[in-house]
């Protein structure tokens, strides 16, 4: 990895380690989503960077891509199961981290029992571990009262694309692919009380840009270029000024006609609740000093 690549990473993972704190002090009881996710949000951009995704704030048996919108309605309710995924990017490359949090306390040990197991998936990352025995090793960490959920994963990251090349499971896969020097991996197990597989729920407004291919409609071309400055990452409606009936119409079109991909919200098929735990490691760099969303 280049030094230019690596202060990049560097400076990304450093705002969402401060992202994360703001979140957790965000979420208190009563709070609308959409501020808790706004406000971390801002403090991306405040540092001079961008989001390198909407900050998804998914509740209970939910457990990736719900971001509010515009007029978003839900509160959090202190027995709330939330989990905050928050993402910078520096120069395209992608800090990726997250958190659960459950105000009154009563599903702590769900969340201890998630960062334990994280804490442990981050240690056995080195150079020529396989994702195979990375993934059979994280599930053999889950506690036997959880399930892992075998249909989510970590992943790589790469310039401009949070999902790049093999997923990185936390169930044995069998995969011979080995981490190498200088990978940039998200390490993220998720577990639940449920059935441990996700299943698609309602759509979760989060959008990506899927093909460059010319639309019609005066609405529609308007609000491709506007996506277009997202760079092929993910986005919300939020982020976009003026969003009202026309633009929403206008966005159903470019689902339908496969220009624009719209992601469902995950949840677990048994309605289990789900916690989630994440950091980004720069494989084998800095003398395993190595933890980008932990180490400033
Ligand atoms: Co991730």
């Not at 909407?54 to 891509?65: F, K, L």
């Not at 399930?147 to 044995?172: C, F, R």
């Not at 020097?181 to 597989?197: C, L, M, N």
């Not at 006609?257 to 989630?276: F, I, R, W």
Request: glycine content about 8%.
């Amino acid at each position: 990895m280049d030094e230019e690549t690596r202060q990049h990473y560097l400076k990304a993972g450093k705002v969402v380690q401060e992202a994360r704190k703001i979140a957790r002090e965000q979420a208190e009881p009563g709070k609308n989503l959409k501020e808790i996710a706004e406000t971390v949000e801002q403090h991306v951009r405040d540092e001079g960077l961008k989001p390198a995704f909407p900050v998804n704030t998914s509740i209970n048996d939910e457990a990736a891509h719900y971001t509010p919108s515009t007029d978003e309605e839900r509160i959090l309710e202190e027995h709330d199961v939330l989990k905050i995924d928050i993402g910078a990017q520096s120069n395209g490359f992608i800090a990726d981290t997250a958190l659960t949090v459950n105000p009154s306390g009563k599903h702590q040990e769900l969340i201890e029992a998630v960062e334990d197991v994280l804490q442990k998936a981050l240690e056995y990352v080195e150079p020529g571990v396989t994702i195979g025995e990375f993934g059979a090793y994280v599930q053999e960490q889950v506690p036997e009262d959880y399930e892992p959920v075998m249909n989510l994963t970590g992943h790589y990251l790469d310039q401009h694309t949070q999902h790049a090349g093999v997923s990185i499971p936390n169930v044995e896969n069998g995969s011979n692919h080995k981490f190498k020097e200088g990978d940039a991996v998200a390490i993220e197990p998720f577990i639940t009380e449920g059935s441990g597989k996700v299943v698609h729920g309602k759509p979760g407004n989060i959008y990506m840009l899927e093909s460059e291919r010319n639309v019609r409609g005066r609405t529609e071309r308007k609000l491709l270029r506007n996506i277009k400055k997202f760079k092929g990452l993910p986005f919300t409606t939020r982020w976009i000024s003026n969003y009202g009936g026309r633009e929403k119409m206008a966005m159903r079109k470019l689902v339908q006609n496969g220009v624009v991909k719209s992601y469902d919200v995950l949840k677990d098929s048994q309605e289990g609740l789900v916690a989630q735990a994440e950091h980004t490691v720069l494989v084998g760099v800095d003398d395993g000093n190595n933890i980008i969303t932990t180490k400033n």
